[in-house]
T-cell receptor, first 115, second 113 residues
């Protein structure tokens, strides 16, 4: 059963702590993405990776870091430098970063709350 | 500039048609997408249309594209309570370093029984 999984579904963190969100896909997709969703707003791109061992900053990369050591995994670390980290985080993947195969498939999301 | 705009709310009665509208600003869009998000879940790709097409139909869903006005719409026929969700319009366009997908803020569809 192919798909994208994110864990955990809910995550609580104290201020000043780093936390890592997991994203795994078994779709054999080359490209992976991290988005942040805030209430009443669209998705904002944090980081993306077009191929393993490569990644680029999106529109709101400050305070976040990623790695892409394996094709199927794209973990996101929310660092203490991120000023307002409470949000819903969505991971996505696409077969290719280029059309016509760059339609994105999403995981179920992780809701991060900073206490 | 890159921007995708949608109205925030739409309310319809069960059995009626829903029409969700979207405008985009970049004429170099290649593909345009509609996604559905149910509460607490990720986005589910519903359908997409290539920028040189005017219309695409897929069961209860009809996508209309007016490239001159940069207007995209999603029509849901015979709307059901299970269609209640947030619907996102998105465009894929060339950006420095590769293609980028820009999402609208989403339209929340309420279906009244």
């Amino acid at each position: 059963d192919g798909g994208i999984t994110q864990s955990p579904k809910y995550l609580f963190r104290k201020e000043g702590q780093n936390v890592t969100l997991s994203c795994e896909q078994n779709l054999n997709h080359d490209a992976m993405y991290w988005y942040r969703q805030d209430p009443g707003q669209g998705l904002r791109l944090i980081y993306y990776s077009q191929i393993v061992n490569d990644f680029q900053k999106g529109d709101i990369a400050e305070g976040y870091s990623v790695s892409r050591e394996k094709k199927e995994s794209f973990p996101l670390t929310v660092t203490s430098a991120q000023k307002n980290p409470t949000a819903f985080y969505l991971c996505a993947s696409s077969d290719s970063p280029l059309p016509p195969h760059n339609e994105q498939f999403f995981g179920p999301g992780t809701r991060l709350t900073v206490l | 500039g890159e921007d995708v705009e949608q109205s925030l709310f739409l309310s319809v009665r069960e059995g009626d048609s829903s029409v969700i509208n979207c405008t985009y600003t970049d004429s170099s869009s290649t593909y345009l997408y509609w996604y559905k998000q149910e509460p607490g879940a990720g986005l589910q790709l519903l359908t997409y249309i290539f920028s040189n097409m005017d219309m695409k139909q897929d069961q209860r869903l009809t996508v209309l594209l007016n490239k001159k006005d940069k207007h995209l719409s999603l029509r849901i026929a015979d709307t059901q309570t299970g269609d209640s969700a947030i619907y996102f319009c998105a465009e894929s366009l060339w950006h420095t370093g590769g293609f980028k997908t820009i999402f609208g803020a989403g339209t929340r569809l309420f279906v009244k029984a």
